[in-house]
């Protein structure tokens, strides 16, 4: 369980969120829409304790994760972002490893190895194992990165003794931004499949409310650093609250299979 | 290439007189003949100070750029050689005047303590207000703006000064092996090997800090202890380097660079590689300096920078990296 509790962060006296109470339950995907400035990224980055609240605070299982130890978090917690640039040439393989930097001293064990090879497998680029990072495609990087996102929280079912008890967290930062369609939509499939580990809280922001409709469990919606409505999809992605938050006119079109769309006017 | 260094300079020894040198050392031996002195009190700790003020160059460049994440920093930049060279000037113009030259350990201390000022001046200029952390951009140019100040402050001490402590400033900001003894030799190569063994105890996170400040935090590094404790080693291999030998630039340029092209980027690597490189480059470039214009010998210095500025203009002329 993951809780922000009356939760206000500050730059230069601006309130990007003022006094926002939410939380977010393991085994769903949370997703957090908004319109630009609506202040997603900051409520993912004061969730995921990059930044500190000025008032407020963020609980993990119920204790507070302001004095959480870095190296302990990194274990539990991970964080997709939109774009990741490497400032020099590293090997693909050496970026999803990083996934396990939190959980071995000197060399990589066994269990590391075998986590970065399935999750190199499962996000389909292992072929780009020894290529150099910097030149892979936009579209390619992010699934790197999602490799090594999962690698850093993902439990080996055979060798996991310890680590029971906690749960992990996974956030996602606009995860969409430099995929295709066709990407998109397998993202957010395998998105919903790792969120609906019981274990796992699942929180990310994106764009596309058609997206968000199809594939979240919940909904935050926030408006002007504030909670607007929050609940199942189909009850905060109402006309009333699109029209007064993104101040455009939505028209819900029967889809064949997939509820319903959304398109705006 | 050590033996060459040794060998050849201002007097070329064979090995001959090298082995009846070092075996004058042990009892029982014919005392040491002129040459022979020449050879265990200045080259001998000369090319053995060059190793360690070599690979200490070649760390601290291969630190920077990766605290940096860019590859035309070298220590150079946050202010560390500068203050270092500018301690040593004030040491040599007013020391005298504050009774504190005699001792043996104030000219080391004196271009420490300006290394320190100068690094730990640029890293609270560039913290930001809002939240203590301090920007990459910031310190770059923070970096650049106390390099001035402290480069000018060189220039009007040699203003003050009388003619030879004048000329010991010039030595001094162009860098020069020629001061070597044992006991310059045994100060850098504690630094440096202590530097080197903490540097390499944080090669993955700096490895983390490649993808970016925001992702390393994500994978458990504390980056602002990181940037630290790196810079502090930074501050001590260079400015006690410096101390010896004044400001050698490039070096810590070229090194991580050549590297980079050979093997890639892995900190886990580079670093102890860089020592070794540094080491041998700067011993090539002794040599240089000292054969060119023999009898006499350039400050290294103007060796280093022949090779190490068209190198640092083909950096910064090729647009893959981000300033």
Known sequence: ?265 | MTAAAIRYGAIDFSFADISAALSSLFPGQPEATLDQRIFLELRLPRTILCLFVGASLGVGGTLMQALFRNPIVEPGLVGTSSGAAFGSAFFFVLGGAFHFADAIWSLPLAACLGGVVSTYLVFLLARSREDGRASIVMLLLTGLAVNALFMSAIGFLSYLARDPQARSITFWSLGTLSGANWRSVCIVAVSTVVGTTVALRYSKQLNALMIGEEEAAYLGVNVNRLKWIILSVNVVIVAVATAFTGVISFVGLIVPHILRMMRGADNRFLIAASAVTGAILLSVADLVARLALRPAELPIGIVTSAVGVPVFLYLLRRRQYIF
């Open chain 1, 1 to 265: 369980m993951l809780e922000a509790i009356e939760v206000t962060y500050k730059v230069s006296g601006r309130e990007l969120i003022s006094d926002v109470s939410v939380s977010f339950a393991p085994g769903k995907l949370h997703l957090i829409v908004g319109p630009n400035g609506a202040g997603k990224s900051t409520l993912i980055k004061v969730l995921a304790r990059y930044l500190r609240p000025q008032a407020g605070r963020v609980e993990y299982d119920g204790v507070d994760v302001a004095n959480a130890g870095e190296a302990d978090l990194a274990k539990r917690r991970a964080v997709l972002s939109q774009a990741v640039e490497a400032a020099f040439p590293l090997t693909t393989r050496e970026i999803v490893l990083m996934g396990r930097y939190p959980h071995f001293g000197g060399r990589p064990g066994p269990v590391d190895e075998k986590i970065v090879d399935e999750m190199m497998e499962l996000f389909d680029v292992a072929e780009f194992s020894e290529r150099n990072y910097q030149t892979l495609s936009g579209g390619e990087r992010q699934r790197v990165n999602f490799a090594r996102v999962l690698a850093q929280i993902w439990i080996d079912r055979e060798h996991s003794s310890q680590e029971g008890g906690r749960s992990r967290y996974l956030f996602l930062d606009e995860p969409l931004t430099f995929l295709d369609i066709r990407h998109q939509l397998a993202f957010m499939k395998m998105v919903r499949d790792f969120a609906s580990d019981t274990d796992v809280v699942t929180v990310g922001v994106v764009h596309d409310l058609n997206l968000a409709g199809r594939f979240a469990d919940d909904v935050v919606m926030l408006d002007e650093g504030r909670v607007k409505a929050v609940g199942a999809a189909a009850e905060v992605l109402t006309s009333e609250n699109i029209r007064s938050v993104f101040g455009v006119e939505p028209s819900f079109i029967p889809a064949a299979g997939a509820g319903t769309h959304l398109i705006f006017d």
